[in-house]
């Protein structure tokens, strides 16, 4: 079967560094996505990697290894509106997404 | 990206009634998805809403229970039919312009059934 596993929950401190890990099993894989979701509100999209390695965006970074089925969102220098879910999201070979459930980051001041 | 307007954005039901929720999209869009996401739960997709034809449902939801509507490539609905307690969710619809390009949610529609 399809499965995407990443930590329940998360507690980082204000101004450190978090990475949050997600792996994953699809049949066939056409990327992986990174969401954000604030409490009461909709998933907003952050990265997306379909080939091996990091991709910075500003305070945000994405990793994938496709032979490990692997991935890591990175988050620096932590803000209190960092606090949130993140979602993983891999792409199968019929461009179906297959969520995880998300992990909870809670920041602490 | 484009800009993604659903309605209500909540709703407190009775069971047994039906609720239609409202995607519209301020551009043209080649996929439409519809959603349901529980407290603390990942995301489930309920169908692909496809445009002039019926809609592609996923294993465990029936169009006669949750019909969906495209009529054209800015506007869907989806209607939560003879509605119970089990179906208090956040219903989120989201758009994509092609495959492998990341979808885009809609503010999502908080449904209370009492």
């Known amino acids: 079967g399809q499965n995407i596993d990443q930590p329940t929950e998360m507690t980082a401190t204000e101004g450190a560094i978090v990475q949050i890990n997600c792996t994953y099993q699809t049949s066939g894989f056409n990327g992986l996505f990174w969401y954000q979701q604030h409490a009461g509100e909709a998933p907003t999209f952050l990265s997306y990697?379909?080939l091996d390695g990091l991709e910075e965006k500003g305070r945000f970074s994405s990793f994938l290894s496709r032979s490990k089925g692997y991935s890591y969102l990175l988050l620096k220098e932590l803000q209190m509106k960092d606090s949130a879910s993140y979602l993983c999201?891999?792409?199968?070979?019929?461009?179906?997404?297959?969520w995880g459930a998300g992990t909870k980051l809670i920041i602490k001041p | 990206s484009a800009v993604i307007s659903q309605k209500p954005s909540r709703d407190i039901c009775q069971r047994g009634t039906s609720l239609t929720i409202q995607c519209q999209v301020d551009s043209q869009v080649t996929m439409m998805f519809w959603y349901r996401q529980q407290p603390g739960q990942s995301l489930t997709l309920i169908a692909t809403a496809n445009q002039g034809s019926e809609a592609t449902y996923e294993s465990g939801f029936v169009i006669d229970k949750f019909p969906i509507s495209r009529p054209n490539l800015t506007f869907s609905t989806l209607t939560v039919s003879n509605m119970s307690p089990e179906d208090s969710s956040i219903y989120l619809c989201?758009?994509?312009?092609?495959?492998?390009?990341?979808?885009?949610f809609g503010d999502g529609t908080r449904l209370s059934i009492l």
């Open positions: 999201a891999a792409l199968d070979s019929n461009y179906q997404l297959i």
């Open positions: 990697n379909v």
């Open positions: 989201s758009v994509q312009d092609r495959e492998g390009q990341p979808q885009h």
